[in-house]
C-alpha cells in the first residue's frame, strides 16, 4: 500500500491532545484493509521517528434520527493509537518527508 493511503488524518481533540503530552501517544485515523505493520513504517518514513507500539481500534457505525423520517448515519472507521519509543520525540503534523 502507498503510505498516504493509509494514513488518512491525524486526529486532534482534546482528549487526544492529553495523550500525546502525558503518554507520547498520537491519534491516526487509517485505512481499514491496514494492518499493524504497514501503520508504523508508514508513519516512521513519513514523520522520521521510531514506533514503540501500535493499537488499533474499530469504530462501529452509529445512527441518529433528526425528525420522524431522517436517518443520519455515522460511518464506520479504524482508528491507531500510536506510541514513540524517544520520550522527547514529537510528531509535527505540519512537516512531512
Request: aromatic content about 10%; cysteine-free; hydrophobic content about 40%.
Amino acid at each position: 500500500m502507498r503510505l498516504f493511503r493509509i494514513l488518512k488524518k491525524p486526529i486532534t481533540t482534546e482528549k487526544t491532545s492529553n495523550l500525546s503530552l502525558v503518554k507520547n501517544t498520537y491519534v491516526f485515523e487509517v485505512a481499514s484493509d491496514a494492518t499493524k505493520i504497514d501503520i508504523k513504517k508508514a508513519i516512521s518514513e513519513i514523520y522520521w521517528v521510531e514506533v514503540d507500539s501500535v493499537n488499533v481500534l474499530h469504530t462501529r457505525e452509529k445512527f441518529k434520527y433528526a425528525k420522524k423520517w431522517v436517518q443520519l448515519r455515522k460511518r464506520s472507521s479504524k482508528k491507531a493509537y500510536v506510541t514513540l519509543k524517544d520520550a522527547k520525540a514529537t510528531i509535527d503534523f505540519t512537516i512531512t518527508k
